[in-house]
């Protein structure tokens, strides 16, 4: 079993690159090698590699500049996996293929589920609605994993920047009207290896049955909102400094691109399906904090 692996400097990249490569041969390909924003690279890529599962941990994901690269972004998100996915399907593969919470206009008040109507408020949101579509046109064995507010050790996320502001500065404003699952990098990587091997083990993607292919969401349990994060993150630091914290409205906050107020994902098909038991957002928080594997 060949397992390609794109994005493998990312968050959830990096931490697939330690977990998957025990389930079969793992390639993996980062921009240099193969540049998602040049989608004609792809198939010559694909057919060379010959992979049995392609894992697209790769996006292009800075959702405020988005709104001023929305070519680029619309590239890299959403025909570079139309092309893996046609690529997949000339060598007869599965696609494995992140999508993300901002698909939705938030206005919900409960959690979304895969069927629920989107209605993206971003570049970046619109950008990975249509890389689910190109996927799903295909027509292959795909699982798309939609996952929610994610932050690692590694890279650049939320975690990183209220350590380092609440290090730099005597009062933080964090928004408190957004509200949503903060999922741990390794936690969705976990998540992953689990849906693959179950996937494995019944043959995917030769024989592919059709309740394991399609949207699936995969985030932490749990919600709260950017300020709630914060205030744990604080909280878990081993900080000297008394940072103080204050919760703020959105309309307080202008970022270019919008986001949704209320992003939570029903992981009850994932459960029903794969029974896959996410953690909680704060243990997995907590866990991450005192972690010290690096990926
Ligand atoms: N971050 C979030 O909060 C969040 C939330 C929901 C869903 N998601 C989804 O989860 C997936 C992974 O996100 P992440 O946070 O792990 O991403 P990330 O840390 O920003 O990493 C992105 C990866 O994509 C690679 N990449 C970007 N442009 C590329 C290009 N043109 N060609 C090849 N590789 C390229 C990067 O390579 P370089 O190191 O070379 O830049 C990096 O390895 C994405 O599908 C994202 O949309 C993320």
Redesign the pocket.
Same mark, same amino acid.
């Given at each position: 079993m060949k397992i390609l692996l794109?994005?493998? *400097?990312?968050?959830?990249?990096?931490?697939l690159n330690n977990l998957v490569g025990n389930l079969g041969t793992l390639v993996t390909?980062? &921009?240099?090698h $193969?540049?998602? +924003?040049?989608p004609n690279s792809i198939e010559p890529a694909i057919l060379e590699i010959q992979p049995d599962i392609i894992i /697209? %941990? %790769? !996006? @292009?994901? !800075?959702?405020d500049k988005a709104e001023e690269e929305a070519d $680029?972004a619309m *590239?890299? /998100?959403s025909v !570079?996996p139309g092309m893996l996915a046609k690529a997949a399907k000339k060598v007869g593969a599965g696609l494995i293929?992140? +999508?993300?919470?901002?698909v939705f206009d938030g206005r919900s008040k409960t959690p979304y589920k895969e069927e629920d109507p989107t209605n993206p408020l971003s570049v @970046?949101g619109k950008s990975?609605l249509a890389?689910e579509k190109a996927v799903a046109e295909a027509e292959i064995p795909y699982l798309i994993? &939609?996952? %929610?507010?994610? @932050? +690692?050790l590694?890279?650049? /996320?939320?975690l990183k920047t209220i350590k380092r502001l609440a290090e730099e500065k005597d009062t933080l404003r964090i928004v408190d009207d957004q509200i949503g699952a903060p999922?741990w !990098?390794r936690s969705?990587a976990e998540g992953t290896h689990k849906i693959l091997q179950q996937c494995l083990n019944q043959n995917w993607p030769k024989t592919a049955n059709p309740s394991s292919s399609g949207i699936f969401h995969l985030s932490c349990k749990g919600k709260t909102s950017w300020h709630g994060f914060a205030k744990k993150i604080i909280n878990l630091s081993n900080t000297s400094k008394n940072t103080k914290l204050l919760a703020i409205p959105t309309s307080e906050f202008s970022t270019p691109a919008a986001r949704p107020p209320y992003s939570l994902l029903s992981n009850e098909k994932m459960q029903n399906v794969f029974a896959v038991d996410m953690p909680h957002w704060k243990d997995a928080l907590k866990d991450c904090m005192s972690s010290k594997r690096e990926i």
């Open positions: 794109t994005g493998k *400097t990312g968050q959830i990249g990096g931490e390909v980062d &921009r240099e $193969l540049d998602l +924003s040049k /697209n %941990a %790769a !996006a @292009y994901t !800075a959702v $680029l *590239t890299v /998100n !570079a293929h992140y +999508s993300t919470d901002y @970046y990975k890389g994993l &939609r996952t %929610a507010w994610v @932050y +690692s590694h890279g650049k /996320n939320f999922t !990098a969705i």
